[in-house]
């Protein structure tokens, strides 16, 4: 039966312990919230990916590691023309520019990031594909799935446990009255601080800067947690929820309220 | 006929339905069923899959609705329906099961985000044994000095109007502070 289905049934850490367990060979091909991934197995052993539209060729991969320099990728993307990743490898091993080891470990960081990020996909559709093998012409790696699996298992129970604590990313965030002097926020925190306004839902802030789920909650929860934000229905919603008394006049809003009060010391 | 509402919402097995049966003038309409998790059939056997509804008349024009929200996690799409229109709500936590705290923080966290409401945070079963100081409370679940937090027995008619009373009190601050 065709290994397919849905990320909210199955989860990336699921399939790679499936993968792990039946060695199984192929690619799983991964369509998630905005880009598509593909990732190539070997007896159960992790072999190359690639996400999107990003440059995942060795050149790129040896550059973002700076094993390459920003002169020497350039050089290499314009005029290496169709020369496959295996032999550009070989030729900067034998210059001297890198060893085996390098462009293996980089390819290894490289491969287990793209993993990393799909742990973060909680949403979309996989299909594996046994007949679909690693590109020739790309180098492939032997990287064994325990590690991976173990890192994912524990990512996904944080992500269990910010859905508990921010379950809905349709509400709105606010600073709270308290100071915020001295703070030393991270680049990503600034991303989302800078969006906060009760008009903003934390799915818009989301979308703007450009953070998927798990991370809009995790930054949003360590907000919360240092006491700099709260959670709040955004203003478009809570001018539709105004409509709390049966009357408008104060007056008679706090006699409603005094009434209340005189039947429930009598019950 | 007028008609106001309040929301009893918390963790599940908090002791909501218990609550609004202690007030309410009619039989609680409680929509429960049987829980199928063994997990929690070990807490008790049945659950409220949409709302208890209670009901407490002032007179003939006016009376007060006490909606009980579903406690288990996968009914709570329900809150944010339930929270639309109401003056308050009380969040009821069960002081003998400090690992529900986390989750009644939650909860208070989600409905004071759908509506900004006053509110007032009941310690439910301070008669047992097991229960927790409402000091000790009050950190677990991060609850400033402002935040009422009242200790309840859901079973006790005198303890539920008392709850009920500073919800109400709180209400009237906050009308004439003119927020």
Redesign the interface.
Known sequence: MALRGNLRDFTITQLLNLINLAQKTGTLIVDGPTEQAHVSFRDGKLAYARIGKEDGGLASVLHKGNKLNANQYRTISERAGNISDKELGLLLINAGYVSQEDILLNLQTYFTDIIRRLFTWVEGFFRFEAELLAPEDRINVRLDLENLIIEGSRQLREWEQLQ??I??LD??LKFTERPMNNLNLSVEEWRVVKFIDPKNSMKQIAATARLNDLEIRRIVYGL?QAGLV????PQSA?NQ?S?????KD?EE??N??????????K? | M???KMVVTGPFSAGKTQFIQS?SEIDVVATERKISNDAERSVKDATTVAMDFGR????ED?V?YLFGTPGQ?RF?FMWEIL?????GFIVMVDSTRPETF??AR?IL??F??????PFVVAANKQDKEDAWELDDMRHALRLDAKTKLLPCIATN?KQV?DV??EL??S??AE??SGK
């Open positions: 508990d604590e379950p809905s509400l709105a919360i709260e959670m709040i229905r809570q929820n409509k709390n008394y049966p009357t104060k809003q706090k409603l309220i005094n009434k209340l009060i005189g039947r429930i010391q019950l | 007028q008609t106001v007030v407490i008349t002032v007179d006016l007060l996690k709570d929270s639309e229109g109401m003056l986390r989750e939650s966290e989600t004071r985000a759908y509506a900004p409401t008619k109007k009920l009373l109400l009190y209400i009237l009308m004439e």
